[in-house]
């Protein structure tokens, strides 16, 4: 399978606790974002990088929420902490940069349910 | 920020009738209106995109139109199966390329 991958694909957690997610994105995609999806809604963005530069990081909803890319290949999205609130599916998405709007491929998304 | 308002919410066809879906935006800057479909439990699927430098683009059954003047865009598919159920999202891209979403619709094709 050459798309996105992430896991795990569903992970569940006491609060309080901290959870990291992983991402692999499309092998020559040099772009990677994560969203937040609550139930009914459209994603929402958090950060995304360009290789291993996180670009834009100011969307994430609290500190407790971290992403690296230390070799601009995979991805991880930590949550520290944990609260309710934060029960939602995390996606990621890759692309190759280009001009005009890249295009954005998602992967499968981690549900997170925090009891 | 950007506003992405998407209309209708929900929306019921028979089978082989045609669905429009509308949605709108507020930053003048954004060049990129991807639509995504997503089947329940599932990762959204782009199905068709759009840049500015066109006004409509056609794909089988699913074509796009683009109105910058009044920054509005519109999905359209035709012929619908009862496989073409799913929820529809519009985007837009901002600065930073970060796409922000519509509420969604929620299509159901009636065989």
């Known amino acids: 399978d050459t798309g996105v991958s992430q896991n795990p694909r569903h992970k569940i957690t006491k609060r309080g606790q901290n959870v990291t997610f992983r991402c692999d994105p499309i092998?020559?995609?040099?772009?990677l974002y994560w969203y937040r999806q609550t139930l009914g809604q459209g994603p929402e963005f958090l950060t995304y990088?360009?290789?291993?530069?996180?670009?834009?990081k100011s969307r994430l909803l609290s500190d407790r929420f971290s992403a690296e890319r230390p070799k601009g290949s995979f991805s991880t999205l930590e949550i520290q902490r944990t609260e309710q609130g934060d029960s939602a599916m995390y996606l990621c998405?890759?692309?190759?940069?280009?001009?005009?709007?890249?295009?954005?491929?998602f992967g499968p998304g981690t549900r997170l349910t925090v009891l | 920020g950007e506003n992405v308002e998407q209309h209708p919410s929900t929306l019921s066809v028979q089978e082989g009738d045609s669905a429009v879906i509308k949605c709108t935006y507020s930053?003048?800057?954004?060049?990129?209106f991807p639509w995504y479909k997503q089947e329940l439990g599932k990762r959204p699927q782009l199905i068709i995109d759009?840049?500015?430098?066109?006004g409509e683009k056609k794909d089988q059954r699913i074509a796009v139109t683009l109105n910058k003047t009044a920054k509005h865009f519109s999905l359209h598919i035709t012929e619908t199966q009862p496989e073409d159920s799913a929820v529809y999202f519009c985007?837009?891209?901002?600065?930073?390329?970060?796409?922000?979403f519509g509420g969604g619709t929620r299509l159901m094709v009636k065989p």
């Open positions: 985007a837009v891209n901002n600065a930073g390329n970060m796409l922000t």
């Open positions: 930053d003048s800057a954004s060049n990129y």
């Open positions: 998405a890759s692309s190759l940069r280009g001009g005009g709007g890249d295009t954005q491929y």
């Open positions: 759009i840049r500015s430098n066109v």
């Open positions: 092998s020559e995609h040099n772009r």
């Open positions: 990088f360009q290789n291993e530069a996180q670009l834009e």
